[in-house]
């Protein structure tokens, strides 16, 4: 106890002024037991899509959410799905037997770890060109988590989280609201939707040269921050009252979904997906799912699931 709270005391006296600490506590991710997305017939008419994995945070599920992601795909009659773990040395002969990628990676056990595992230069222009020429990309999650440091990464997601000056707000469950519900994605679809385990990521750092267009925000409220709401993760003395109030974009909206152009390719960015738990819910697995589909075709032929759909707010509508 002693040794946590001297931890504790080092890391808010580290953190830069108004940011958000870095908490670092001993967990690993909970084991899932889910049904295994089996091989679809190759004579199917599918959209090939792979999933590029192999290293994240610390407190990401991210075999389970690989699993998890592979059956809803494919489940929905629309994609063939395969997960690489091993992107160190990829090629654009490789990406190109795919019509959209989705990236579930990160560079760094925790995202404010110097230490990183990047893929080689040639792997990294291998996506970068694969997108250029038309290919799909979903960018999911921890994907924002890094990047940072790398420019032309940023550009193709199009925002990343700097650490000392973008934040988590205090996760479980929040609601986004769509913002934008006339694009494919999202056209169809109810106002707004839960999430559940959920990280929302605020005050995310922008590449300037990237032209995003916003489909869906959260609002940051300063009341999820109060200590009987946030939890033991947010140390009170971080968000007294008054470092509350000057933190950026508190009692704001914050951009979680976005898509934007990247060359020919087109790139959904969804900063959702924290685990397996938020994923149940239909309005985030509809938009993962339509999401994919329109980043590799441009079309969207995905119903909403049930609780996702639109439905009539008004009396005698």
Do not use: C
């Not at 205090?170 to 913002?179: A, I, N, R, V, W």
């Not at 959920?198 to 995310?204: A, F, I, K, Q, V």
């Not at 239909?282 to 993962?288: E, S």
Request: hydrophobic share 40%.
């Amino acid at each position: 106890m002693k040794r946590l709270s001297l931890l504790l005391a080092m890391t808010l006296a580290a953190a830069p002024a108004l940011a958000q600490p870095i908490m670092v506590v001993p967990y690993r991710p909970p084991e899932t037991v889910q049904r295994i997305a089996v091989p679809v017939d190759p004579k199917e008419d599918r959209l090939k899509l792979l999933i590029i994995s192999g290293q994240n945070s610390y407190e990401h599920d991210w075999t389970g959410v690989n699993n998890l992601l592979r059956k809803q795909l494919q489940d929905t009659g629309r994609f063939d799905v395969r997960v690489t773990e091993d992107f160190d040395d990829g090629t654009l002969a490789m990406l190109k037997k795919y019509d959209v990628v989705l990236l579930n990676y990160s560079s760094r056990w925790n995202y404010a770890d110097e230490k990183q595992h990047l893929w080689s230069p040639a792997a990294f222009e291998a996506l970068y060109q694969y997108v250029r020429e038309g290919g799909g990309l979903v960018a999911y999650h921890s994907s924002f988590t890094w990047g940072r440091d790398i420019p032309e990464y940023k550009r193709l997601i199009g925002a990343v989280m700097q650490p000392g000056f973008s934040r988590r707000s205090p996760p479980d469950s929040f609601m986004f609201e769509l913002t934008d519900r006339e694009h494919p994605i999202t056209k169809g679809l109810r106002r707004f939707h839960w999430t559940f385990t959920e990280d929302m990521y605020t005050n995310m750092v922008f590449a300037p040269d990237a032209k995003v267009h916003v489909l869906a925000t959260a609002y940051d409220d300063a009341a999820a921050y109060l200590p009987e709401k946030a939890g033991p993760k947010y140390p009170v003395a971080a968000y007294a009252p008054a470092k509350l109030k000057a933190m950026k974009g508190i009692n704001a909206s914050h951009p979680q979904i976005w898509v934007q152009d990247y060359g020919k390719g087109r790139v959904f960015s969804f900063t959702l997906g924290h685990g397996p738990d938020t994923m149940m819910y239909d309005g985030v697995r509809t938009l993962v799912a339509r999401g994919a589909e329109w980043a590799a075709s441009g079309k969207v032929t995905i119903a909403p699931f049930d609780k996702a759909a639109d439905f009539p707010t008004e009396p005698g509508k």
